[in-house]
T-cell receptor, first 112, second 113 residues
Framework: DAGITQSPRHKVTETGTPVTLRCHQTENHRYMYWYRQDPGHGLRLIHYSYGVKDTDKGEVSDGYSVSRSKTEDFLLTLESATSSQTSVYFC???????????FGEGSRLTVL | KNQVEQSPQSLIILEGKNCTLQCNYTVSPFSNLRWYKQDTGRGPVSLTIMTFSENTKSNGRYTATLDADTKQSSLHITASQLSDSASYIC????????????FGTGTRLAVRP
C-alpha cells in the first residue's frame, strides 16, 4: 500500500469540460508527482510538487495545471479536456535519498 | 536523447519456468536503474533499485543485473508463478536530472498453467 488514494478511479467526460483528479496522502510526503500512461509510451511526467504551493512542469504539461494548497492533497486539473487526454493517470510520492517512487492505483479518464 | 528500450515487448511462459527480461538504456550520466512490476489495472510497484556500484540485486524470485559499461540490465524471474503475470517496467534516473525519470514501455509477461 503506497499510502496514496486517487479519486475518481474512473471518469468519462466530454470534450471541452473541466476535470479535476485528486491525489490524497496521509503520510506527510513532500514530493508528489502526476504521470500519465498510454499504450506504446512509458510513463510520462505531467507535473510534480516539492511542497505546499511549490510545483513544476514535467515533460507533458500542456493542457494541465496542478495545485497543492496542503501537504496531503495534490490536484491535477484539465481546464478543457480533449480526446488526446484520454489516459490512465497515476499519482506518486517519493521516499528516501535514492528517490524511490510509490504509485497510487491510477485514475482512468476517457474523454469523448 | 535519454531512452530506455525493453525487450521483448511481450512474453508467454509456462508456470514453473524461468525467464529473463532485457533493458537497454542511453541515459547519461547514470544514477540508478529501477524495475517495477505493474499488475493489470494497478499502479507500478518497485521490485529493485540499482546504483552504479551494484551489478546484481535480488528480491525473492526476482534477480536484477546491471552492466553500467554496456548500459544494459536484465530481470530474471525464477520458477515463475501465475501471479508473476504483469508488465515489468525498467526506469532509469540520470544524475542531476532532478525528478525526471526515463521509463521504458515495459514487457508484458503472461504465465500460463
Amino acid at each position: 500500500d503506497a499510502g496514496i488514494t486517487q479519486s475518481p478511479r474512473h471518469k468519462v467526460t466530454e470534450t471541452g469540460t473541466p476535470v479535476t483528479l485528486r491525489c490524497h496522502q496521509t503520510e506527510n510526503h513532500r514530493y508528489m508527482y502526476w504521470y500519465r500512461q498510454d499504450p506504446g509510451h512509458g510513463l510520462r511526467l505531467i507535473h510534480y510538487s516539492y511542497g505546499v504551493k511549490d510545483t513544476d512542469k514535467g515533460e507533458v504539461s500542456d493542457g494541465y495545471s496542478v495545485s497543492r494548497s496542503k501537504t496531503e492533497d495534490f490536484l491535477l486539473t484539465l481546464e478543457s479536456a480533449t480526446s488526446s487526454q484520454t489516459s490512465v493517470y497515476f499519482c506518486a510520492h517519493r521516499e528516501g535519498e535514492i528517490g524511490e517512487l510509490f504509485f497510487g492505483e491510477g485514475s482512468r479518464l476517457t474523454v469523448l | 536523447k535519454n531512452q530506455v528500450e525493453q525487450s521483448p515487448q511481450s512474453l508467454i511462459i509456462l508456470e514453473g519456468k524461468n525467464c529473463t527480461l532485457q533493458c537497454n538504456y542511453t541515459v547519461s550520466p547514470f544514477s540508478n536503474l529501477r524495475w517495477y512490476k505493474q499488475d493489470t489495472g494497478r499502479g507500478p510497484v518497485s521490485l529493485t533499485i540499482m546504483t552504479f556500484s551494484e551489478n546484481t540485486k535480488s528480491n525473492g524470485r526476482y534477480t536484477a543485473t546491471l552492466d553500467a559499461d554496456t548500459k544494459q540490465s536484465s530481470l530474471h524471474i525464477t520458477a515463475s508463478q501465475l501471479s508473476d503475470s504483469a508488465s515489468y517496467i525498467c526506469v532509469v534516473r540520470a544524475k542531476s536530472s532532478g525528478d525526471k525519470l526515463t521509463f521504458g514501455t515495459g514487457t508484458r509477461l503472461a504465465v500460463r498453467p
